[in-house]
């Protein structure tokens, strides 16, 4: 487009190669822009930073990446971060001091980010990971024993922050875990949660215990008292 006299609003659909070719502005030009191509490594986050600055459309750029946590550092989507660009981080998982670096990644995109990322209480929270959401398929692994009111409420919400796997220990009295209560246990089947239960005792108690299973991959460990139809 000839910058000076035209303002130019379309779809344009291509590789994030040929798009990032093209003569846009993003000062005059609402461009959506598609990519259809395969976008990886650094290479890849120059071009999506390119097509960044070819619209003022805030949503877009739609499209993909997978490159390394340190090839994605240079990811500088600015005003477009409502675009539906999914980030999926190959190699090496995000270690506990790197967590503000997934968040900042997380907070660069409206798209589905695909990570794994390891530490402990303190690293892991909802503040330290605030720009994740249940979209997000992000695996946690979660070094410290969740063992209190306080910490199994963590885990809750740290559950609540993605749709990927997550990986920790937890204990607590059957009336703390159960369902209803306001630190039950809400993972799934599909997170390994090494679990240890306690004061488990009679019908009522064992039903909830029951009910754990579906929260975790792993066998569970406890002491259950009743009587033999219990």
């Known amino acids: 487009t000839d910058k000076a ?3 130019l609003t379309a779809d344009v659909v291509g590789t994030a190669a040929n798009l990032a070719t093209l003569n846009a502005d993003a000062a005059t030009d ?3 822009f598609t990519d259809n191509g395969t976008t990886t490594g650094a290479t890849g986050v120059t ?3 390119t097509i960044a600055g070819l619209t003022k459309k805030a949503a877009g750029i739609t499209g993909s990446i997978s490159a390394t946590k340190s090839e994605l550092e240079s990811l500088a989507l600015g005003d477009r971060k409502a675009s539906a ?3 999926t981080v190959t190699g090496d998982a995000y270690t506990g001091a790197e967590v503000s670096k997934l968040n900042d990644l997380a907070g660069m995109t409206a798209g589905v980010v ?3 990322v390891s530490g402990d209480k303190d690293q892991l929270t909802t503040a330290t990971l605030s720009n994740l959401s249940s979209s997000d398929s ?3 692994t979660i070094s410290t024993s969740m063992n209190n009111a306080t910490l199994l409420e963590q885990l809750q919400d740290l559950k609540a922050k993605t749709s990927g796997k997550v990986t920790a220990t937890a204990s607590g009295d059957i009336d703390q875990l159960k369902a209803g209560s306001a630190t039950s246990l809400t993972t799934s089947a599909s997170d390994s ?4 239960v306690t ?5 009522t108690d064992i039903t909830n215990f029951n009910a754990l299973s579906t929260k975790t991959d792993k066998k569970i460990t406890a002491t259950i008292s009743g009587t033999k139809t219990q």
Do not use: D, F, Q
């Open 199 to 203: 004061g488990v005792s009679g019908a």
């Open 193 to 196: 949660i090494t679990l240890t």
């Open 30 to 32: 609402t461009l959506t």
């Open 47 to 49: 071009k999506l930073n």
């Open 114 to 116: 695909t990570a794994s």
């Open 138 to 140: 992000v695996a946690l």
């Open 85 to 87: 660009v999914a980030v």
């Open 5 to 7: 006299k035209v303002s």
